[in-house]
């Protein structure tokens, strides 16, 4: 019998419905819970949707899981991962079996040890765990005020670079190069999100993940890293139990925009890259597909480890053959079987991404020299994009039509 992957989404992310087609090529049975109007539903393989409430996210998650009794779930973003760990929390409390409920059995499967979730969630904390093992990291410090943010760039220097907890694909980063740009980014990113991007979100993006967060008034903690000269790189695994399963090294050559996802990589054999991934994933008893982020610097390419990304990130249905295909080393772990990986998918090591490079630029020359990641067994999904390219533009005209009234 084939294994059911529950995939678990707070957001319409176009490599979430690549990764679940992958998952079922690999052997399983794939269903989700996400937002409405996710481009998931467009796929061929997914057998069952249960609607994402961003008011309502556990009840969502669980109710989901009641009703597909999966073997794996899947975290597609990072609210999905901290959803995730908020209802491990929750059965701890309400149950107190030995050996944890059902639900909380799962969700150790799937992600790793509950021990480190409050690591995994902290990126100072994170970045703590990395020095124990020797990991090589930029310098790292908790900021909690102006006359703290004044002693570190008095120390360190400019550019320095801020981030804050519980944000992602860049949202939560900034790079500054004074103190007049680092006090006013420390008091963006620690203040609540603001109302009207609240609304703007849950209007035009039908997400409703902001307005809890909104209303609260919750405020985030912000560290402070030295700035990296030197060229962006990024890890993708699949882990089981604190081991590394398959592994995928890519250097970013585009990316939407500073902060943002890469949108063209090339396929890279770094030694010092890999044997972090390995401490890391052991370190935090990881399971399921996880990422990192690191820097490349320019004088000898050492390896930075600046981000963990504790979910698939927008690679991982990319597969590069035996070693190289994270769907396939992970259904061969939780089924038991020998490893059965898809074959590689092309030749060439740079990768443009389908559809974040064609988003970015229709006419890069990127899209011609590097194979460019078009879903054409997809063709429902690949309209689907296409609409909301010409959607987004008119979504763009009203915004700006509002904005001048």
């Known amino acids: 019998m084939k294994p059911t992957v529950l995939i678990v ?26 937002p409405s109007g996710h481009p998931i539903s467009k796929t061929t393989v997914v057998t069952r949707i249960f609607a994402y409430r961003g008011l309502a996210p556990l009840r969502s998650v669980a109710e989901a899981i009641r009703g597909t009794n999966p073997d794996l779930l899947v975290s597609g973003d990072d609210l999905a991962t901290w959803h995730l760990h908020c209802l491990h929390a929750q059965e701890q409390r309400l149950r107190s079996h030995k050996f944890g409920s059902p639900f909380s059995q799962l969700i150790e499967r799937s992600v790793g040890a509950p021990e480190f979730f409050d690591a995994i ?85 039908r997400d409703t993940t902001l307005l809890l967060r909104s209303l609260r008034r919750t405020r985030s903690a912000v560290h402070a890293q030295s700035f990296i000269v030197g060229q962006e790189a990024t890890s993708a695994l699949a882990c089981w139990n604190g081991a590394i399963l398959a592994s995928v090294h890519f250097a970013v050559l585009q990316k939407g925009h500073a902060a943002g996802h890469a949108t063209v990589l090339r396929r890279i054999e770094h030694p010092e890259m890999a044997a972090t991934a390995e401490k890391m994933v052991r370190r935090l008893r990881l399971s399921g597909l996880h990422g990192f982020d690191f820097m490349l ?46 074959s590689r998918i092309t030749e060439n090591d740079t990768i443009a991404l389908f559809p974040q490079e064609w988003l970015r630029d229709s006419s890069s020359p990127y899209l011609r020299s590097a194979y460019h990641d078009v879903p054409w067994d997809q063709p429902e999904l690949l309209r689907a994009c296409v609409r909301k390219r010409a959607d987004g533009s008119l979504v763009n005209l009203l915004q700006r039509y509002l904005k001048n009234r």
């Open 9 to 34: 989404t707070t957001s319409r992310w176009f490599p979430t419905a690549r990764l679940a087609v992958a998952l079922a090529h690999a052997g399983c049975n794939v269903a989700a819970v996400c």
């Open 121 to 205: 969630e902290d990126r100072a904390s994170f970045m703590n765990l990395a020095n124990e093992e020797g990991v090589r990291i930029p310098k790292t410090a908790i900021i909690a005020s102006s006359e703290e943010l004044h002693q570190w760039t008095a120390q360190v220097g400019f550019p320095t670079v801020l981030k804050a907890n519980g944000t992602s694909g860049g949202v939560g980063v900034r790079v500054v190069n004074n103190a007049g740009q680092a006090l006013s980014a420390l008091r963006d990113l620690q203040a609540p999100p603001l109302m009207a991007r609240a609304a703007k979100r849950a209007i035009f993006d």
């Open 297 to 342: 610097d320019d004088q000898h390419h050492d390896a930075y480890l600046i981000e963990l990304n504790p979910r698939a990130t927008q690679v991982g249905h990319l597969s590069f053959g035996p070693g190289h295909d994270l769907p396939g080393a992970l259904i061969s772990a939780l089924s038991g079987t020998a490893a059965q990986p898809a």
